[in-house]
């Protein structure tokens, strides 16, 4: 019995076949892209033949298959997978915990946190309470799902003036990830909060330069511009999954507000 049927991985041909489908391509132009005969693509895509590491990897290349993805690929085929996976408390990832820990204090006073690849919580700063502030407990319970939490009516929707354009901009984002990765938990996730009140913008295009989340906080409406950072050379799952979410002052009221509440004095948001 083959690897794929004991785990109960559909074969690799099958998984082959569903991402070049899902890229929208065909077996000419995936097979000339990867330097074999349409022939030997069609063989491995029906399972007469078993695909080499070497081209399985060159496929995944030009399928754009993401990092966890090429590793299922491998897996049914009989290899090894190409990336490792810890969790965030082990050993090795002691680095990755240490610049994590960095980046979040050198955003303070502005918040910033830090998600998974299903916009899990994993860390924040103290910052984030500002954003925070008055969502519902069920919410704020672990695991916390930041998504969930920004547009649920028991959490920040009540607070963000602009909801409309905001939650049709995490829908989008959301979307396009639920797309490119074919992760079927970010589009139930997307199905969820597709379905909580809240409107949509139609204006906001998904091409916008820049979408602002604008929130009421002490009587008053702060302006936000989020910016996404990752490790661009992270080899180990986890890494290569996390996104640090930062919020930065979009105007000078902001940058005092932010610093009054985090008791330090004001930033230029400009520099």
Same mark, same amino acid.
């Given at each position: ?81 190409? +990336?490792?996976?810890? &969790?965030? *408390?082990? @050993?090795?990832?002691? #680095? %990755?915990?240490?610049? =994590?820990?960095?980046? !979040? $204090? /050198? ?64 829908? +989008?984002?959301?979307? &396009?990830? *639920?797309? @490119?990765?074919?992760? #079927? %938990?970010?589009?139930? =996730?997307?199905?969820? !909060? $597709? /379905? ?70 004001? *930033?230029?948001?400009?520099?």
């Amino acid at each position: 019995m083959s690897a794929a049927l004991d785990s109960g991985r559909p074969p690799v041909g099958a998984l082959v076949r569903t991402w070049r489908r899902r890229r929208r391509l065909s077996q000419l132009d995936l097979s000339c892209a990867c330097g074999v005969s349409t022939r030997h693509l069609s063989f491995v895509e029906t399972g007469r033949s078993r695909p080499g590491r070497q081209l399985l990897l060159r496929l995944a290349e030009q399928l754009d298959v993401p990092p966890r993805a090429r590793n299922d690929l491998l897996l049914a085929a009989g290899y090894a997978p190409q +990336h490792p996976e810890h &969790r965030l *408390a082990d @050993a090795p990832m002691a #680095p %990755v915990r240490q610049a =994590l820990e960095l980046l !979040l $204090a /050198a955003y303070e006073p502005f918040p910033a946190l830090v998600v998974d690849r299903c916009w899990t919580l994993v860390a924040a700063n103290r910052s984030t309470g500002l954003l925070t502030a008055g969502a519902a407990g069920h919410l704020l319970e672990p695991p916390v799902n930041v998504l969930r939490l920004s547009l649920h009516p028991d959490g920040l929707a009540p607070r963000i003036t602009n909801l409309a354009q905001w939650r049709s901009h995490l829908l +989008h984002r959301l979307a &396009r990830d *639920a797309a @490119a990765t074919a992760d #079927p %938990v970010l589009a139930r =996730l997307h199905e969820e !909060l $597709a /379905a909580l009140p809240g409107g949509s913008d139609p204006d906001a295009a998904p091409e916008a330069v820049v979408v602002p989340l604008r929130i009421r906080h002490d009587g008053q409406e702060l302006v936000f511009l989020s910016t996404v950072t990752t490790f661009g050379t992270a080899v180990d799952l986890t890494a290569a999954e996390l996104s640090i979410e930062t919020f930065l002052p979009a105007d000078a009221r902001t940058a005092a507000a932010t610093s009054r509440c985090a008791g330090t004095s004001p *930033a230029d948001p400009g520099t």
